[in-house]
């Protein structure tokens, strides 16, 4: 197999095993989960900078689009997104702002993965902020 591949798939599983993480914080009782959210969130939208990069270098590893339900790299980039955007509306005391943007990324259908994150964080903050 040749490196490229090789990396195609190390991304692959990193990104399964990361996903998981983040469905596994919420209810893990550590201290400070909007931090490690964050940094989840984070790890996320790098994996797929890296994987889309490697797709514009060998296009032929990409997943053929036609095939795909759904666009599972955009709801991963939007999951990134919304951890990071959450964590500023939280730092602006503003949990509504947070929960609302969780309501619109579940009302596309995501993954089922990115789905329970989401559900997750939002029972974080509700726990969080008593709403």
């Known amino acids: ?18 996903g998981k993480v983040g469905v596994l914080l919420g209810p893990s009782g550590l201290q400070n989960p909007s931090a490690h959210t964050l940094r989840i969130g984070e790890a996320l939208a790098n994996i797929f900078e890296i994987r889309s990069a490697l797709y514009q270098s060998r296009p032929d590893l990409a997943p053929d689009q036609e095939s795909m339900p759904v666009d599972l790299d955009g709801f991963n980039r939007e999951m990134g997104d919304l951890l990071i955007q959450n964590d500023r509306f939280l730092a602006k005391n503003s949990p509504s702002s947070a929960l609302e943007n969780i309501s619109e990324f579940l009302a596309n259908n995501p993954p089922e993965d990115l789905a329970e994150i989401a559900k997750s964080e939002a029972e974080r903050i509700k726990r969080l902020f008593n709403v």
């Open 1 to 18: 197999m040749d490196k490229i591949k090789a990396l195609k798939i190390a991304l692959d599983e990193a990104a399964d095993a990361v």
